[in-house]
């Protein structure tokens, strides 16, 4: 199984997906009503809402408000122009994200405890069972509300990458070979556990050792292009890429 054109062809694809997104762009709103700065933004927080979900329960709300008070909050940042507040030192998303939503659970509880749900604008649509559910099993341990709320950005960052190369696989008709070859991305390898895959895929030890370099290479790329959506400029990738994968590796 040869993949490297079908991943130099994915990369290109996801490349250009990646411009309309970034955080760079979404900065742009303070100064302007751009839609495309708004439809970047809106994108972002619908990718990250769970991290801000959790970090609200983390301040004692229960499920229901916790949902309703996030809802709110990414209605408000993306209806009242809270971009306008944004210092310019204030690079990474993520930071911002956490710094605006403490500052609106610590206004904005009391007013919104008597307001209607719903507002104008249209509600994520989340399942509240599942995210307690999640947040069950997220494990927080001793972790601050801040240290869990970057664990779980970090995990949700990791998440999206893996989907889009699941995506890049089972659109090219290797669904099945992404399945078993899936569990080989953490290395090291157990003893012929390479020749079991290689034998119900039809291929030769060394030939799935290539490939699950190659997947993992492409899995890099992904996690690499998923943290350029949320960092001011090219010269913050690698920074919040290795605070990142120091995270998820807890």
């Known amino acids: 199984m ?3 054109d079908s991943s130099g062809d994915s990369a290109a694809r996801t490349g250009a997906q990646f411009p ?6 979404v900065l742009a709103a303070g100064q302007s009503s751009s839609p495309q700065s708004r439809e970047a933004l809106e994108r972002l927080c619908r990718a990250y809402w769970y991290p801000l979900y959790a970090f609200v329960r983390r301040q004692g709300h229960a499920p229901e408000d916790a949902q309703d008070l996030t809802q709110a909050f990414f209605e408000r940042l993306i209806e009242k122009h ?9 690079g990474r998303f993520r930071t911002f ?26 509600r994520v649509a989340f399942d509240v069972a599942a995210l307690e559910e999640q947040y069950r099993l997220g494990g927080v341990g001793e972790e601050s509300p801040d240290g869990h709320f970057d664990r ?3 995990e949700a960052v990791m998440d999206r990458a893996w989907g889009v190369l699941e995506e890049e696989w089972r659109a090219a008709g290797k669904g099945a070979q992404f399945e078993a070859l899936a569990g080989l991305l953490s290395p090291p390898p157990a003893d012929g556990e390479y020749a079991a895959v290689g034998e119900r895929l039809g291929l030769k ?46």
């Open 2 to 4: 040869d993949t490297a």
């Open 20 to 25: 309309s997104t970034h955080w760079s762009t």
């Open 82 to 90: 809270f971009l306008t507040d944004v210092a310019q030192e204030r």
């Open 97 to 122: 994200l956490l710094t605006a939503l403490t500052h609106f659970l610590a206004n904005e509880w009391d007013r919104l405890r008597a307001a209607k749900r719903g507002g104008g604008f249209e």
């Open 152 to 154: 779980l950005w970090a």
């Open 205 to 250: 030890p060394q030939t799935v050792a290539v490939t699950v370099f190659r997947l993992r290479k492409r899995y890099v790329e992904l996690v690499r292009a998923e943290v350029a959506q949320t960092v001011r400029s090219p010269a913050e990738v690698e920074s919040e890429l290795r605070y990142l994968i120091e995270l998820a590796s807890r």
